[in-house]
Structures are given as C-alpha cells and as structure tokens.
C-alpha cells in the first residue's frame, strides 16, 4: 500500500527509544484523573487510542505537590501510593504498543484552589482565589518535587514526562513580569525568571536517568500583553535544550489571553509559525499544536519543516483511530473533531467528564458499548440530522438492517445551515464523515422523501425512530407578518436579502451566529490565517512581546442589533470557552446587544421595543430576522404509536430547549444500543 503521509508516519529516534510516528496525543484532562475508581476507564480511553496507532500520548495534568493542584484533591502524583494505579494505564498502552507520558502540571495562580501559589501574590482573573507567594526555600522544595513526581511515573511505568511550562501555568508565571515582581534569584533579570523552568528539567533529569522521554512545553507566544519577548523564548528554548530536555512542544496563549487559539475559527495550523521560528535555534525535535485536525494538514505542517511532530489533542476524543485511519489510506472515515469544545473543555470547566460531541463514547469507552444485535431487525430513521445520522449507523454497524428517509435533498439537517456561518466551516466535516459512515454501513438513504406515517406503517419496519428535529418558532410580535422580517432559514439557506441595517431578535446560539454570518464578507478569517491574525492582533513578526498586536478587524458588512428578553449577560448560554470568542468577535464588529427588550410593534418604520420595562424605542432597521428560538416537530408521532409502532423520539423532536448536536448525536447512540 502506499504511503500517503509519509511525513506524519515516519519514525522519531530519540536516541534510547523509538516513535513510531510523528503524532502526539496532547495533553487533555478528562475527569477520570482525579479518582482511583475511574482508572480502569482511563486506562481503556487510553488503551483504544494505543491500538489507534498514535505515536505518543500524555495523560492530563497531574501536580507535583498540595500547592499546584487544579482543584482540591485534584490529579497528583507526589506519594508513593498513587503510584499503583497508573500501572493499570501504563501496561494497557504497552500491549497495545503504545507510549505514554505523564503530565507535569503545577497550576500556580491558576489552581482553583485556596493553597494555591506562584511567584508573586497577583489574583488571576479567572481563579477567585489570590495565591501565596512562594519563598525561596518553597521554590528549592517544589523543584524536589518535580523530579519526585518524575521519578514516581518512571516507576509506575511510564515512557516520559511532559513538563507543563506553557498556557499561564506556575512555570509560565515565573517568567513574565506581571506575575513574578520578586527581587531574590527567582526575579528580576530574564535569566533569574527563568531559572525555576530550568532548574525543574535539570532535576527531573537528574532524577529520571537518561532513558526517559522528557518533553518540555514551552510557550512560545504568551499572546498577552507583558508577555515574553521573542528574545527571551528563544533564550529559554536554548536552556530547556541544554538542562536535559527531549523534545520541546508548543505552547500557545496564557488562558487569560483574548485570542482565542483552539475554538472552532481559529484556522487550522495557525499557530504552525512560532514553532517554525524556532527550528533556527535549537537542535531537540519540535512539537508544533493548535488546530491540527486532519492528517493533510498535519503532513502538509511536516513536509513544510514548521515542526517534527505535531500535536493533536481533542482530534483523538473524536476518532481513536486517526492515525489508522490515516496509515490505511481510510482519511475520510475519520470522525474529525470540530473545535467547538462543548463536550470536552466546556465539561471540564464545570467539573463534569469530558467526552466529544461528535463521539459519545469518549472517556465512556467501557460503557457505551455498541454490541451486535442479537435479533436482527428492519429500523427507519426519519430525519438524517445529526441525530438520525448517528442512530443509523450505529444501528448497521449493530447489523440492523436501516432505512434513513429525510425530505431534504441531502443528509445533515441544521449542520447544513450551520456550516454556512464563516467560523463554523468545520462542521462540514461531521457530514462528511457521515455520509461516508452511511455508505460503509450499508444503511438505505431515501432524500428528498417526506414521511408520513402512514408509508412507515405500509412498509412493515419493526420499529421507528423519528429524529424530525425543529421548526423555528415564530414569536407573537404584532406585525411579525411584515415583508421586512425573515426566518434565519430565510437568511442562511435561502440568501433571502438583508438590508444594511439589521435587527436580530433572540441572542442564543442561533441569534449569534446569524450576526457574524451578517457582518462577515469576503473569505471567513477562520479559513485565513493572515486575516485571523490581523482581526485578533497576533504579531507573527514578533516585534512585541507576548506575539501581540492591535487587533485591527475589518469594518461591519452590515449594522447589526442583537436583542433579547431576558436582562442577563447577552450569550451566557454559549459554551464555557467560546462564549467568550463570539462576544469578542461581535463587539469587534460593533455589534450593538440590547437585553431586557420587549418586542411591542414592526412596521415599515423598524422594530418597536419598550427597554427595561420603561423606555419606549425605535430600532430603525431594513431587516428584522427572527432567531427566536425552536419547537419540537413530531407531527408523525401519534398515529405511528396509535397503530401500535414501537417509536422512539430523539434529538429535536424528542425536546427542543436545551438542543444541541451534542446531545442530538448521543441520543441517537443511546436509543440505536437499546434496540
Ligand atoms: P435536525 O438537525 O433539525 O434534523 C431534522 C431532520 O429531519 C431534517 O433534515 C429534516 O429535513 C428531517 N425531517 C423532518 N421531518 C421529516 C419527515 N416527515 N420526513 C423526512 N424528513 C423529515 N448545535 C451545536 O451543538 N453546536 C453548534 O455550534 C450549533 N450551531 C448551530 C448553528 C446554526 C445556524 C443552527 C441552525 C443550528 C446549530 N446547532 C448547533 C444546533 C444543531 O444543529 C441541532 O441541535 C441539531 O442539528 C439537532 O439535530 P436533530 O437531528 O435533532 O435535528
Ligand atoms: P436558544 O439558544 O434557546 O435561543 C433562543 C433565543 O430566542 C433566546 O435569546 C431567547 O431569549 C429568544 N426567545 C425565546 N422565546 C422567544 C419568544 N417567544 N419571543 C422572542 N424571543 C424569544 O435557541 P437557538 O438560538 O434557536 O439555538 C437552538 C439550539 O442550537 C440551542 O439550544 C443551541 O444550544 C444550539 N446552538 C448552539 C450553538 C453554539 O455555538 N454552541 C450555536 C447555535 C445553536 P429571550 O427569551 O431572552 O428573549
Ligand atoms: Fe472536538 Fe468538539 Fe469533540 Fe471537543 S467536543 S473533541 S472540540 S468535536
């Protein structure tokens, strides 16, 4: 067979052992770290992505000691009787020829925690706890403390440790101004701010010997304000070199940075470039990271020199098998991770356990498990939205024989409507992977065919899922009738024309995107890594310190309102991580957000509104586009179990509030494992 990455397939000697590719899964916690209990899942979540052919993977983040956990009794490998349970970890990756690192991660001001500590007492903005500074004899101890760690994974069976020097992390905290004001050793001069980092790798060196893979990650744009000089990265690069380390990988943004750099519009491979410049400088391979979500790109990165191994991180929750997939030539199998964070990250940050949006069965890998069918029977699905497409093919896969009907001429439902909004163009990529899935499957996929129930019933299936998913809701505003207001059906499917002036009624995920489709043109910056950098201010030159610039966004296409009821904070329901992203990229485009607003009249005049309950306001506008929310189409339902058809609702049509792909997609998975 031939090769068709050889770059990303190709082996990486690092002396006393072998890689035997050039990917890394990145560093991810997911929730099953911090109890003895949920090791066995970690170690078959681990194991599967080992038989996937992965190079190399490292575990989530476990501190060194008391003072850099995340949270209270969070992850920690620092006595020896936490040592027994990562065997079960480390020997489930060696038979299945794996390797695996455990993380070095110290939280510093970032640990949500009341013992938390770093170089200087200054709160970060998103712990609400202010950490203790760390005197000079804590700093020696904590040094102590990375190499006990280390010498603890290298007895748990361990191939390696990955020291967390990137992201804002305590290592991190001690090389920026900002945070470290000390005066002793550990401040001051750059040579004193990044003793600490150096001194960590020479210990752990020391502590490991020499046959342990120790990756540093080092972060190369700080993408905040004081943060590192170019000068200073490299300096630091050539020191971590120097002091013991095998392999550099990439960091990129403190997580207070206001960049955004792995949602779903950053471009893929745009932060490829940092990792380049630093190739000049030091001789230890370069893990390069961000937004690598596809072996073309990740080939395309090697191929180009920017690194000698890449990163990916969430790509392995949403396919273990990337990399087999890949190696077989089967690229367009693979169930590509979207960016969106809705099921990993934003988890994470409400300390639930991290899966994936595209594939439920990450970290359940021990629980959802889809058997073969013991009786085999005849299923239709209607409606191929996400839901549907992920009830069918997990039912064929079972081997039942499944029949998908949609009215639609193609498969995907909302996906369709979303992968037009400039930022979302990676949902293109779950209906690929689909329609791929389907015909693999063998599952019949009848378009352009409305259902009724009464053809369902004629056909003789065994039993009937209905996935009809939504109709938008049309609110009761007098005057809603009125030619100047469209559906964003209208807007996004039918290219209906807007006016310059537009006004938006309803701000949830829906009411977002259709404002940055209306004040987005040209090419979206997500598939532009020159305009993404010029909308965010990364300053590839690096002539500023942290590789930050002034952001310069392009002007609106449009003048947009967005308004909504209620008088909270306008996108509070949007993800934990890119809610963010949205309200930064709206008021960037000088997006106006009006909470609290009644709708009272539309005329030809614009949209009436009382503001606060007192206020009476006109919104002079061409265009009003209704983003108000969704209802529950299940018109079939009740004839189908009057006659007796064993029906089951999933997705949209089961509830509509609260819908999203991700619940749509499992609910589809769990109702196609009970049949
Ligand atoms: P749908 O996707 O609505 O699919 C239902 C299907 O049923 C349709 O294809 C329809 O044609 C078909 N159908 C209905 N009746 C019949 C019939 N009688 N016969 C045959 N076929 C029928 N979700 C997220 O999680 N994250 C996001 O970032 C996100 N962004 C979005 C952006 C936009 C602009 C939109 C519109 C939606 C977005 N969503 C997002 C929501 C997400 O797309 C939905 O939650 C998801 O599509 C719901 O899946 P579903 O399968 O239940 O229904
Ligand atoms: P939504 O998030 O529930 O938002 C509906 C909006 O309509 C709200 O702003 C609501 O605000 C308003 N509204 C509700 N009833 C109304 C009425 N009778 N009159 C006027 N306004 C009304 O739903 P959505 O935007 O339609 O999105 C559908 C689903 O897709 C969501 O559940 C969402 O999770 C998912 N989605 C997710 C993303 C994402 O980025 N994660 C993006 C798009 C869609 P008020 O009640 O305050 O007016
Ligand atoms: Fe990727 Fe979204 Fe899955 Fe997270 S939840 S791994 S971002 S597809």
Redesign the pocket.
């Known amino acids: 067979m031939s090769n068709p990455y050889p770059h990303m397939l190709e082996p990486l000697d690092l002396g006393f052992t072998t890689l035997k590719n050039r990917v890394l899964m990145g560093s991810m916690h997911t929730g099953l770290e911090d109890r003895r209990k949920d090791f066995p899942k970690l170690a078959e979540y681990f194991a599967e992505r080992a038989r996937g052919g992965v190079g190399m993977m490292v575990t989530g983040g476990f501190s060194p000691n008391i003072e850099g956990w995340l949270a209270p009794f969070g992850s920690k490998m620092s006595m020896p009787w936490e040592v027994g349970r990562h065997h079960q970890v480390t020997d489930a990756v060696h038979n299945e020829g794996g390797k695996i690192c455990l993380q070095l991660l110290h939280a510093g001001r970032y640990g949500y925690s009341p013992l938390c500590v770093s170089a200087s007492p200054i709160k970060s903005p998103i712990s609400m706890f202010k950490p203790r500074e760390l005197s000079g004899r804590g700093i020696r101890r904590t040094i102590r403390d990375y190499a006990n760690s280390a010498k603890l994974a290298k007895k748990a069976g361990y191939d390696g440790v990955e020291i967390m020097g990137s992201e804002g992390y305590f290592l991190n905290q001690f090389l920026v101004t900002h945070v470290n004001k000390r005066t002793d050793e550990w401040g001051g001069s750059f040579e004193n701010r990044m003793r600490l980092p150096v001194e960590v790798v020479r210990a752990v060196r020391e502590a490991a010997g020499d046959d342990f893979i120790i990756i540093y990650r080092l972060s190369m744009a700080d993408l905040i304000k004081d943060g590192s000089t170019w000068e200073e990265v490299v300096t630091l690069g050539k020191a971590i070199e120097a002091a013991g380390a095998t392999i550099i990988n990439t960091g990129i943004g403190w997580h207070e940075a206001r960049v955004p750099t792995i949602v779903t519009s950053v471009p893929r491979g745009a932060f490829t470039w940092v990792t380049q410049r630093m190739k000049e400088h030091v001789d230890l391979p370069l893990i390069t990271t961000n937004r690598i979500n596809d072996p073309k790109v990740a080939e395309d990165i090697l191929a180009r020199g920017d690194a000698d191994m890449v990163s990916m991180a969430r790509p392995f929750l949403a396919d273990p098998d990337f990399v087999k997939k890949a190696e077989e030539d089967r690229a367009e199998e693979i169930n590509t991770c979207i960016g969106?964070n809705?099921a990993c990250l934003d988890h994470i940050f409400v300390g639930k356990r991290s899966t994936c949006?595209v594939n439920p069965r990450a970290c359940y890998e021990t629980e959802l498990v889809a058997k073969p069918a013991t009786h085999k029977k005849r299923v239709a699905v209607?409606?191929?939205?996400?839901?549907?497409?992920s009830a069918s093919t997990t039912l064929a896969q079972r081997g039942h024989e499944v029949t998908l009907?949609?009215?639609?001429d193609k498969?995907?439902?909302?996906?369709?409507?979303?992968k037009?909004?400039p930022g979302?163009e990676e949902?293109y990529e779950t209906l690929r992977y689909f329609d791929v899935l389907l015909k693999k499957e063998g599952v019949e996929v009848k378009l352009n065919?409305?259902?009724?129930a009464n053809d369902l019933l004629k056909a003789g299936f065994d039993e009937v899922i209905l996935?009809?998913?939504?109709v938008p809701r049309v609110p009761k505003i007098p005057g809603v009738d009125h030619k100047k207001v469209l559906s964003?059906i209208d807007v996004?499917v039918h290219k209906k024309p807007v006016g310059e002036k537009v006004a938006i009624i309803g701000a949830g995920?829906?009411g977002f995107?259709?404002a940055e489709l209306l004040v987005h043109e040209g090419t979206s910056p997500s598939l532009d890594i020159e305009k993404f950098n010029e909308e965010w201010g990364v300053d590839t030159d690096y002539e500023n310190r942290g590789a930050l610039d002034k952001p310069k966004p392009e002007a609106p296409a449009r003048q947009v309102v967005m308004l909504q009821r209620k008088e909270s904070k306008m996108g509070k329901g949007l993800g934990k991580t890119s809610g963010w992203v949205h309200r930064a990229s709206l008021k960037m485009k000088q997006v106006q957000m009006i909470t609290g607003a009644s709708y009272d009249l539309i005329d030809d005049k614009g949209l009436h509104v009382t503001l606060n309950e007192e206020k009476k306001e006109l919104i002079e506008c061409d265009t009003i586009v209704l983003c108000a929310g969704q209802l529950s189409?299940r018109?079939?339902q009740e004839e189908l179990e009057q006659a007796g058809m064993p029906t089951h609702l999933?997705?949209?049509?089961?509830l509509a509030g609260e819908?999203?792909?991700?619940?749509?997609i499992r609910e589809?998975f769990e109702v196609a494992v009970a049949i």
């Open positions: 969106c809705q949006l209607v409606g191929a939205g996400p839901a549907g497409l009907f949609d009215a639609d498969i995907g439902g909302q996906f369709n409507i979303a037009q909004i979302k949902f065919t409305k259902v009724a996935a009809t998913g939504i964003y996004v995920g829906i995107d259709v189409r018109d079939l999933i997705g949209g049509s089961k819908l999203d792909a991700k619940r749509a589809g």
